[in-house]
């Protein structure tokens, strides 16, 4: 990783909002994030934080949250519209009521291809019940 990029993805990791437009002005004021040849090294990164959060410190909110960081990555880098576009994309609602639908889409996206669906709280998800 390079060193100019870890303190970013420590903070990005540590942000309380997980808007998804939040975190596209952070990676917008960022650009190292969204450039091609760091793709590998930060998707490298995360998945390898992912592991450890299940895995050696049994911490399911945090590897989640990882998780759904690493998915709106990927989101960002198949998009063809770069950064502006995807901040249109998640802004723009259902035409009916407004509802936010793409932000809707890309939490289930995160929680169906979450690889461990073993934990806890990817079964009280799927039940349709939040853990208290």
């Given amino acids: 990783l390079a060193p100019e990029l870890a303190p970013h993805l420590h903070y ?4 309380n909002n997980l808007n998804p437009v ?9 650009p190292s994030f969204i450039d091609p040849a760091n793709k590998m090294q930060v998707n490298r990164i995360l998945e390898r934080l992912i592991d ?6 049994i911490n399911e909110v945090m590897a ?16 063809n519209d770069g950064i ?22 890309l939490v289930r996206k995160a929680i169906r291809n979450l ?6 709280l990817v079964v009280s998800a799927g039940n349709g019940r939040w853990p208290p």
């Fill in 12 to 15: 990005l990791c540590c942000m």
């Fill in 22 to 30: 939040k975190m596209l002005l952070y990676f917008k004021d960022n």
């Fill in 52 to 57: 450890q959060q299940f895995k050696t410190v």
């Fill in 64 to 79: 989640f949250k990882i998780h759904y960081i690493s998915t709106l990555f990927e989101e960002v880098h198949k998009r």
């Fill in 84 to 105: 502006d576009g995807s901040i249109k994309h998640f802004l723009l609602g259902r035409k009916v009521d407004g509802f936010p639908i793409n932000i809707e889409q």
């Fill in 115 to 120: 690889k461990l669906f073993s934990c806890n």
